[in-house]
């Protein structure tokens, strides 16, 4: 009897092992966050990482005893240099639903005004960087989604301070499983602690110990020019909220922790200039009158700026200028525009950039780029073309102008420049390309030096068409006014020597004044 009991008991457990498994994963399954990675194009949405992986990009939080299921959307990397962004226009409001592939919000990146198309199914729950937030890092809180609609009124105080709770658990864990060394000291000797809190607190800091404070506190802090080693945490684990740094300013702390005291009259008297940094409002004040105003910068400005010193100063630049005679590319562009009867326009600058298209495919040492270890030698002539916008400077690519004819390539750039300066280029758009032209010939600019648009190794910068007299001994009066164009070409010396330079500088010359070649 013995046995068969005993062969009874274990046949249940090898058929209760397997539910009891699957129970205890359903179990664990609700109270373990999972993560879930969202792709949009070539782009990677980016979400806040709380409770998982650093590598985690878009995070679903499960309920817990404050807020339902819900997902921490962030600033989004849309461009491969972004680093930050400036929040545009929200396209949706809290309660609204998103479908995939719907606009949630307008991004201004370091490149252009984008789209960020949010590729999850639910409903807006909280906005947390509303509209005209400038310079948010990648990865910072955006806003809150949630699955169901009923969710959405248990967000309405949901604020950075949650999130920022959260984010820092595994940290306060981190630090709680320190050796408790410190504690037994501190028991060991009460009287000694208890007659330096205050200089303990702030030796903690001084000492390089973290001081847990949620995003919006240290804001606080900083624009209030209060040390945070001073504010007593009330949040979780003592960590540092809002409420602690406005009850801190309150109490008129911060004005006595500025105010010295007697015992450091002295030191304070020996050492005038330690004050003088509190005086930096005055000229700001000042400024108001001075008759300037100051204009914040834009990502795209700041971006503008970073590169353009970078080529400039790291990039060695030669120059070669060129003269062109353009008078048969006036009258084979005013031959073809008139056959079109109105079906297409080509301007001069369409001839410009098939002409050189033409010379980087005879020449393809100058349609190459440095990229440190080696350089790129492109099989096509992608040719950017710089376009001022209201922002700032963009250049759209034009792909494959060697393959294409001036219809194409001049319906190509319209159809660019136009949505470069409404911001709707997208970033495989003006990212990339093998060569560059400017043209300010529209402007009346006679010729000027280009700076390098890297990583390419040179940058066509064109002028306006000029008339000018020129020797002629089959004219009456030995000369003859025609039509010519200044060019000159900026070259990456790295890449392109001298007479390489020179060699394009002819063949996009010969391209020109005999535009026909541009045909076959």
């Not at 911060?254 to 020996?270: D, G, Y």
């Not at 300066?421 to 010729?447: C, D, H, V, W």
Request: net charge positive; with cysteine; charged share 20%.
């Amino acid at each position: 009897m013995s046995a068969q009991f005993a062969r009874f008991l274990s046949r249940s457990a090898k058929l209760a092992t397997p539910a009891t498994a699957r129970m205890a994963a359903r179990a664990s399954a609700r109270h373990i966050s999972t993560t879930r990675t969202v792709a949009r194009s070539a782009v990677s949405l980016r979400t806040g990482n709380i409770k998982t992986a650093p590598t985690s990009n878009l995070v679903r939080l499960y309920s817990s005893k404050s807020y339902p299921d819900h997902q921490v959307v962030g600033m989004p990397a849309l461009s491969p240099t972004m680093t930050q962004g400036n929040v545009g226009q929200w396209q949706k409001n809290v309660g609204d639903k998103i479908e995939p592939g719907d606009v949630l919000v307008e991004i201004e990146t370091d490149k252009a005004q984008m789209d960020f198309e949010f590729q999850e199914e639910g409903y807006l729950a909280k906005v947390l960087a509303p509209t005209g937030t400038k310079d948010l890092k990648i990865d910072s809180p955006v806003a809150i989604i949630v699955e169901n609609e009923s969710d959405v009124a248990a967000f309405a105080d949901f604020t950075l301070d949650q999130v920022g709770s959260k984010s820092d658990s595994s940290a306060s864990k981190a630090a709680d499983a320190a050796p408790a060394a410190e504690p037994a000291k501190a028991e060991a000797a009460p009287a000694e602690s208890s007659s330096s809190s205050s200089s303990s607190s702030s030796a903690k800091a001084e000492d390089g110990s973290r001081i847990f404070a949620s995003p919006l506190a240290k804001t606080l802090a900083k624009e209030k020019g209060i040390d945070l080693a001073q504010v007593t945490g009330t949040g979780p684990r003592g960590r540092i909220v809002k409420a602690d740094i406005e009850k801190f300013v309150a109490s008129g702390a911060s004005k006595a922790a500025a105010a010295p005291s007697p015992a450091a009259a002295a030191p304070a008297a020996a050492a005038p200039k330690a004050a003088a940094p509190k005086a930096a409002p005055a000229p700001a004040a000042a400024a108001a009158s001075a008759g300037f105003t100051d204009i914040p910068l834009t990502n795209m400005r700041k971006v503008i700026a970073t590169r353009l010193t970078e080529a400039k100063s790291t990039i060695p630049h030669y120059y070669l200028t060129q003269n062109i005679t353009m008078d048969n590319v006036n009258k084979l562009r005013q031959s073809l525009n008139t056959a079109a009867n109105g079906a297409y326009k080509l301007s001069v600058n369409d001839f410009v950039i098939k002409a050189a298209a033409s010379a980087l495919r005879d020449v393809p040492d100058v349609n190459s780029s440095w990229q440190g270890e080696f350089i790129r030698q492109h099989h096509h002539a992608d040719i950017a073309v710089a376009a001022a916008t209201p922002a700032g400077l963009i250049t759209p690519i034009v792909k494959t102008c060697d393959a294409k004819g001036l219809r194409a390539i001049s319906s190509d750039v319209r159809d660019l420049v136009t949505r470069a300066r409404a911001n709707k280029l997208k970033p495989e758009e003006f990212q990339g390309g093998s060569f560059t032209i400017s043209n300010l010939g529209m402007y009346g600019i006679s010729s000027f030096s280009a700076i390098i648009n890297p990583p390419h190794a040179a940058i066509l910068s064109v002028g306006t068409t000029e008339q000018r007299l020129v020797l002629d001994d089959s004219a009456e009066k030995g000369f003859k006014a025609v039509e010519v164009m200044s060019v000159q070409l900026s070259a990456d010396h790295r890449v392109v020597d001298g007479a390489t330079g020179a060699q394009f500088l002819k063949a996009f010359k010969g391209y020109l004044e005999n535009p026909l070649t541009l045909l076959l």
